[in-house]
T-cell receptor, first 116, second 112 residues
Framework: AQSVTQLGSHVSVSEGALVLLRCNYSSSVPPYLFWYVQYPNQGLQLLLKYTTGATLVKGINGFEAEFKKSETSFHLTKPSAHMSDAAEYFCAVSDQIKGSNYKLTFGKGTLLTVNP | NAGVTQTPKFRVLKTGQSMTLLCAQDMNHEYMYWYRQDPGMGLRLIHYSVGEGTTAKGEVPDGYNVSRLKKQNFLLGLESAAPSQTSVYFC???????????FGDGTRLSIL
């Protein structure tokens, strides 16, 4: 079974600063990788996904992530933080359950705070 | 387009009571999932379904049952609620396995 590690349960940045949220997964087999964002009292929204092809993936709201197989990492970045980016971010990896069925295994989340 | 709709949004139960959480999706997705979210734990899979009439256990299935009688609906049942089941429950659906999942807004359940 896969495991997902998000380094830092809480990250605080200033408005306009670089956002870097770290995610490492356990499998040596390239999985499907996802970043989700959760705003208070809401469900999870897909930010971006990596399935195959280009390792630099662009998502919504100016976020992007790079799949690095050698480092088993999928870190999320945004060049300039905005106040509206304050939310909790979850990294997830597809994990085989049985046969051709997969589930998502989630990291424990990183709460991003943006200071004015 | 409503996407994934969960009802109710909030509920308070007493220990030992039963209830059913309803999830409905209008995207014609085959796969549906129930998760629970607890502070510092991320999301953990309770049960899932790969199609109408099928269900299977996830990571934390004990104390829960599910049914998928119609493709668009996935019900989560608590037969005898326990305080340890206090959590936020999310339903999700996807077109195929391993693909991005679409989430509802959650049901906040407190068991006293």
């Amino acid at each position: 079974a896969q495991s997902v590690t998000q380094l830092g349960s809480h990250v605080s940045v200033s408005e306009g600063a670089l956002v870097l949220l770290r995610c490492n997964y356990s499998s040596s087999v390239p999985p499907y990788l996802f970043w989700y964002v959760q705003y208070p009292n809401q469900g999870l929204q897909l930010l971006l996904k990596y399935t195959t092809g280009a390792t630099l993936v662009k998502g919504i709201n100016g976020f992007e992530a790079e799949f690095k197989k050698s480092e088993t990492s999928f870190h999320l970045t945004k060049p300039s933080a905005h106040m509206s980016d304050a939310a909790e971010y979850f990294c997830a990896v597809s994990d085989q359950i049985k046969g051709s069925n997969y589930k998502l295994t989630f990291g424990k989340g990183t709460l991003l705070t943006v200071n004015p | 387009n409503a996407g994934v709709t969960q009802t109710p949004k909030f509920r308070v139960l007493k220990t030992g009571q039963s209830m059913t959480l309803l999830c409905a999706q209008d995207m014609n997705h085959e796969y549906m999932y129930w998760y629970r979210q607890d502070p510092g734990m991320g999301l953990r899979l309770i049960h899932y379904s790969v199609g109408e009439g099928t269900t299977a256990k996830g990571e934390v299935p004990d104390g829960y049952n599910v049914s998928r009688l119609k493709k668009q609906n996935f019900l989560l049942g608590l037969e005898s609620a326990a305080p340890s089941q206090t959590s936020v429950y999310f339903c999700a659906s996807s077109y195929s396995s391993g693909q991005p999942q679409h989430f509802g807004d959650g049901t906040r359940l407190s068991i006293l």
